[in-house]
Antibody, heavy 120, light 107 residues
Framework: QLQLQESGPGLVKPSETLSLTCTVS??????????WGWIRQPPGKGLEWIGS???????YSNPSLKSRVTISADTSKNQFSLNLSSLTAADTAVYYC????????????WGQGTLVTVSS | DIQMTQSPSTLSASVGDRVTITCRAS??????LAWYQQKPGKAPKLLIY???SLESGVPSRFSGSGSGTEFTLTINSLQPDDFATYYC?????????FGQGTKVEIK
């Protein structure tokens, strides 16, 4: 069974860069034709897609966040990562990593999520 | 960008009710629509994909329909475990967008 686990700091200061890692077990991020994505959810609010990376390394980002988002993958560690720069309080959210389905049309497997608070 | 609008935002219902949630896209997305259920403190769970395909293991009381710009999620005979928030999500040209959510509450 595929499992995803987010890791990273729970508290980050404004203007700094958030770095999160998603560790995948039960499957390889470099096998198959899958996209791997990041989604976030501010407290009490809805879901927002941040960006996704294809197994080949191609990346796609939400236009509203594009200039601040970097997604990368480390196949040797079976991990993919999110960097989000120039943080503000509005970036406080639970951050989820997920795997798309083979057709990339939806999110099939999700991590449990990690809360990131942006505060000085 | 394609916007997704769900209605209603909140829905009060009783066990055994038939519940319908609507999701409208700002432009045609063919059938590239999914539905998720989310409970407090948990990750979303996939229920329906490609507008009407039931995810493995999801009870058959959940069903989805629609194409183009208008879609519905129906829950037949609402069960206590179904009280949660439901989100639609579209895919189009390497962009993925969620609706704002519909909270199904106990009446």
């Amino acid at each position: 069974q595929l499992q995803l686990q987010e890791s990273g700091p729970g508290l980050v200061k404004p203007s700094e860069t958030l770095s999160l890692t998603c560790t995948v077990s039960g499957g390889s991020i470099s096998s198959g034709f899958y996209y791997w994505g990041w989604i976030r959810q501010p407290p009490g609010k809805g879901l927002e897609w941040i960006g996704s990376i294809y197994y080949s390394g191609s990346t796609y980002s939400n236009p509203s966040l594009k200039s601040r988002v970097t997604i990368s993958a480390d196949t040797s560690k079976n991990q993919f990562s999110l960097n989000l720069s120039s943080l503000t309080a509005a970036d406080t959210a639970v951050y989820y990593c997920a795997r798309h389905d083979e057709g990339a049309t939806h999110f099939h497997y999700w991590g449990q999520g990690t809360l990131v608070t942006v505060s000085s | 960008d394609i916007q997704m609008t769900q209605s209603p935002s909140t829905l009060s219902a009783s066990v055994g009710d038939r519940v319908t949630i609507t999701c409208r896209a700002s432009q045609s997305i063919s059938s590239w629509l999914a539905w998720y259920q989310q409970k407090p403190g948990k990750a979303p769970k996939l229920l329906i994909y490609k507008a009407s395909s039931l995810e493995s293991g999801v009870p058959s009381r959940f069903s989805g329909s629609g194409s183009g710009t208008e879609f519905t999620l129906t829950i037949n005979s609402l069960q206590p475990d179904d009280f949660a928030t439901y989100y639609c999500q579209q895919y189009n040209s390497y962009l993925w967008t969620f609706g704002q959510g519909t909270k199904v509450e106990i009446k």
